[in-house]
């Protein structure tokens, strides 16, 4: 049980979980996710920590299949300046290994945007908070638990 599971079960919200056997070799966490669960990688999201300057981490949420625009991000969330988080600073503020780390339950709750892509799908799929584990959720359910904000930040690979 991750804190990412625990978090919907106390919360008593509709999801499911899913499964598959990770890969160590794999290049891409998400991609992997997509393809051993059969899945569009338009439905699997990403989670990624980006540090804003100053000294801010926030959470971007995407599909697996775009790009993040780190431009765009640092706009939406009022910064000059955006890049990607050092990952023992991401694993430290989350308690996630980089793969596995869920928007849901992390150590330090962190100012969280979804890109806009997920508006009006049904269910999208995250990280469960473990490499091999997803959960698959309504996006607005996710926005409601992390207040996330909504906006337009990746690019199509």
Known sequence: MTPAIELLKKQKCAYQVLSYQHDSHSSSYGLEAAEKLQLAPDLVFKT???????????????????????KALAKVAGSKKAAMANPAAVERSTGYVLGGVSPLGQKKRLRTFIDQ?????????ISAGRRGLEIAMAPTLLQQLLNATIADFSLAK
């Open 48 to 70: 990624l920590v980006v540090q804003l300057e100053p000294a801010e981490l926030v959470v971007a949420i995407l599909p697996v299949s775009s790009q993040l625009d780190l």
């Open 117 to 125: 892509s997920a508006s009006g799908l049904p269910l999208i799929y």
